[in-house]
């Protein structure tokens, strides 16, 4: 593993150096479901955690271990366990530690998929998602009770852009046993969650870790920091015999390996049953994209702040929403947490109101109108009538979706021709409301 701190190097070389038989410098692909074991012996020592090792591509596969590496290394994490989609990352972090009649507190200010997710599909599974205001941290201490097994939030949220109060949360939950989860998937590089105490961290790696709009992944980061063994009554998942596992202890069956019995449980068990690993060939795309996640930050930072500074200058827009419009505490928190910049999400309303909003939609030439972000292409959407849809008109304003609200995602085209197009697109929808 590369001994730098910098997010640029670790970005090109965390993880691997050549393949020790051809010498390849590019990360190969290996596109296969399996691997050969040398004897009888070594194929029950792999089953057993006795060895680590490759056994099949669902539970793990040596491209898709590069880019684990890789990304651990980047938020400076003990290990790392890829997925399918962000979607299965959060769904994992979750279920890793909570069971049926268990709970987890989660801020309000989410992702309207992970919203989704916690409201319904977690209640299903049994699992109560109690959300809470983040702008009160202690919000999280009142909300938590005995079998409360983790918080959960997002660094930048999408798309309210108010920064959460990692550091504040973090230290309401240790004492207690409560892992702060992170979903760090709007603001990689920005922020490292760990270095302000949260324990794990997800990522949607199809925004700007992969950074091309080619491929859907996710990853949970395990900080390796986490004192599971100390809190045994708070968190049975991780100090109670598995029987799924031949009834491992899994705070003491990982400890020959490392501080991660968190990360070992998720690859063990859930991705064994559950499925949703990422293909070794979208982890190639990942790895791709990662090398110049550094360079591509910079530039949305500051494409995005040059918009923003375009739209609250513009007599049609009612509110612009970035982090550097905001003031006090909120303010405080950005600039606490995100360092280099206040990413690359910028949202507005428009003072005519939400048939404005879609005409200035209709009349973008060179953003692309999609439900992504962090592309390399600038993206813009009406999240009340796509992304947080399936909310309801409350639950959507919980989550900053206000029914005029537009996001976009700038990219790292020439901020030239992205400002041009929101002056196009702006007119337009203006001459049009005006004409109406
Ligand atoms: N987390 C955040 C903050 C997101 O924006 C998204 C998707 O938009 C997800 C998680 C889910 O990721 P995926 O679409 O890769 O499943």
């Known amino acids: 593993m590369v001994a730098s701190r910098h997010p640029e190097t670790i970005?090109?070389?965390?993880?691997?150096?050549?393949?020790?038989?051809?010498?390849?410098?590019?990360?190969p692909i290996y596109q296969t479901t399996s691997f050969q074991f040398r004897d009888t012996e070594h194929a029950s020592n792999l089953f057993a955690l006795k060895e680590l090792g490759n056994i099949y591509t669902r539970i793990g596969n040596p491209t898709t271990d590069v880019l684990e590496q890789r990304v651990a290394a980047l938020e400076g994490g003990a290990a790392s366990l890829?997925?399918?989609?962000?979607?299965?990352?959060?769904?994992?972090?979750?279920q890793n530690l909570a069971r049926a009649g268990d709970n987890v507190v989660s801020s309000t200010d989410l992702y309207g998929g992970t919203w989704n997710l916690f409201a319904n599909t977690m209640r299903d599974q049994g699992i109560e998602v109690r959300f809470v205001d983040p702008a009160d941290p202690q919000a999280f201490a009142r909300a938590t009770d005995q079998r409360t097994r983790a918080y959960y939030?997002?660094?930048?949220?999408?798309?309210?852009?108010?920064?959460?109060?990692?550091?504040?949360?973090?230290?309401?939950?240790?004492?207690?046993?409560?892992?702060?989860?992170?979903?760090?998937?709007?603001?990689?590089?920005?922020?490292?969650?760990?270095?302000?105490?949260?324990?794990?961290?997800?990522?949607?790696?199809?925004?700007?870790?992969?950074?091309?709009g080619n491929s859907i992944g996710g990853l949970i980061v395990d900080s390796g920091t986490?004192?599971?063994?100390?809190?045994?009554?708070?968190?049975?998942?991780?100090?109670?015999p598995d029987p799924s596992y031949h009834g491992a202890v899994w705070v003491e069956a990982v400890k020959p390996i490392g501080p991660v019995a968190y990360i070992i449980k998720a690859r063990t068990t859930l991705l064994r049953d559950l499925g949703a690993p990422l293909s070794p060939f979208n982890a190639f795309l990942m790895l791709q994209?990662?090398?110049?996640?550094?360079?591509?930050?910079?530039?949305?930072?500051?494409?995005?702040?040059?918009?923003t500074d375009f739209l609250v200058k513009r007599p049609e827009i009612a509110r612009v929403i970035h982090p550097s419009q905001q003031k006090g505490e909120s303010r405080r928190r950005a600039d606490t947490y995100l360092k280099g910049g206040y990413g690359g999400l910028v949202g507005f309303e428009l003072a005519a109101g939400r048939d404005a909003g879609r005409r200035f939609i209709d009349s973008l030439k060179l953003l692309y109108h999609v439900a992504?972000?962090?592309?390399?292409?600038?993206?813009?959407?009406?999240?009340?009538?796509?992304?947080?849809?399936?909310?309801?008109?409350?639950?959507?304003?919980?989550?900053?979706?206000?029914?005029?609200?537009?996001?976009?995602?700038?990219?790292i085209e020439h901020i030239d021709d992205i400002v041009?197009?929101?002056?196009?697109?702006?007119?337009?929808?203006?001459?049009?409301?005006?004409?109406a």
């Open 11 to 27: 970005s090109l070389h965390a993880g691997w150096r050549a393949d020790p038989s051809t010498g390849a410098v590019a990360v």
């Open 82 to 94: 890829a997925l399918a989609s962000g979607q299965a990352a959060s769904a994992f972090a979750i």
């Open 153 to 212: 939030a997002e660094t930048l949220p999408n798309p309210k852009l108010t920064v959460f109060p990692i550091r504040e949360v973090a230290e309401i939950g240790r004492p207690l046993g409560v892992p702060l989860i992170v979903d760090n998937t709007a603001a990689p590089v920005l922020c490292r969650p760990f270095d302000h105490g949260a324990a794990v961290v997800v990522y949607s790696s199809t925004k700007y870790l992969g950074g091309h």
């Open 226 to 240: 986490f004192d599971w063994a100390a809190h045994a009554k708070r968190q049975p998942a991780l100090n109670t």
């Open 289 to 307: 994209g990662i090398e110049t996640l550094a360079l591509r930050m910079e530039r949305h930072v500051r494409n995005t702040q040059a918009v």
């Open 372 to 411: 992504n972000i962090g592309d390399a292409r600038s993206l813009a959407i009406h999240p009340a009538s796509t992304t947080h849809s399936q909310l309801t008109p409350e639950e959507q304003l919980k989550t900053g979706v206000s029914d005029g609200y537009v996001r976009l995602s700038i990219g």
């Open 420 to 435: 041009a197009d929101l002056s196009q697109a702006l007119d337009a929808a203006g001459t049009r409301a005006a004409a």
